[in-house]
């Protein structure tokens, strides 16, 4: 079946502009996460959604992100006044149930801020 | 000091080379670990879970020492195709389920 998806695959964006990245995860998934992974490090936790409400969201490094899960499926993670620190590849994870279950990931979005 | 850590390496082994990485957390309430491999400019996968029994897939075996708070892969008869990073995962104490990665060990295996 279908794994996750996550578009755009990769965006480029110039400081202080507004981005948006989407993911898709796999049908019937409740749970869904967001993390960041920079240039050698592991991912890094953002969120957490369990169904459309942020179960954790101790992760988002500060307000200028924020994510929505609507209809508890789609997950978009939004950057407001993007930085050059912002720079990463944004990966998204989806679950059956929730945080015990195994995390299959999407391909990431690599998101530039030049 | 970070939550999980791991060596960077690189490890770099010749073909049926047997390879160990071990990764150490600092909360001793954790309570569940995974091994998750990625390849370059790809998503982790689940490699394997850690059980605390020790457990076997193949090739690969991971052991689970809470006393001393690390983890291990143990790859034995190393394959071109095991060249990637292993990431350590740790799941903290309950009432929080947030996986914590460690940093990856990448491994090349030579020909």
């Known amino acids: 079946g279908a794994g996750v998806s996550q578009t755009p695959s990769n965006k480029v964006t110039e400081k202080g502009k507004y981005v948006e990245l989407r993911c898709d995860p796999i049908?019937?998934?409740?749970?869904l996460y967001w993390y960041r992974q920079s240039l050698g490090q592991g991912p890094e936790f953002l969120i957490y959604f369990q169904g459309t409400g942020a179960a954790d969201d101790s992760g988002l490094p500060n307000d200028r992100f924020f994510a929505v899960r609507p209809e508890g499926s789609v997950s978009t993670l939004k950057i407001q006044r993007t930085e050059r620190g912002d720079s990463a590849v944004y990966l998204c994870a989806s679950s059956l149930n929730g945080p015990t279950d195994t995390q299959y990931f999407g391909p990431g979005t690599r998101l530039t801020v030049l | 000091r970070k939550e999980v850590e791991q060596d960077p390496g690189p490890f770099n082994v010749p073909e049926g080379a047997t390879v160990a990485f071990n990764c150490t957390y600092s909360n001793s309430a954790s309570q569940s670990f995974f091994w998750y491999r990625q390849d370059c400019r790809k998503e982790p996968k689940l490699l394997m879970s850690v059980y605390s029994s020790g457990n076997e897939d193949g090739r690969f075996t991971a052991q689970l020492n809470r006393a001393s708070q690390y983890i291990s892969l143990l790859i034995r008869d190393s394959k071109l195709s095991d060249s990637a990073t292993y990431l350590c995962?740790?799941?903290?104490?309950?009432?929080?389920?947030?996986?914590?990665f460690g940093t990856g060990t990448r491994l090349k295996v030579l020909a």
């Open positions: 995962v740790v799941i903290g104490s309950s009432g929080t389920y947030k996986y914590i």
């Open positions: 049908s019937g998934h409740t749970a």
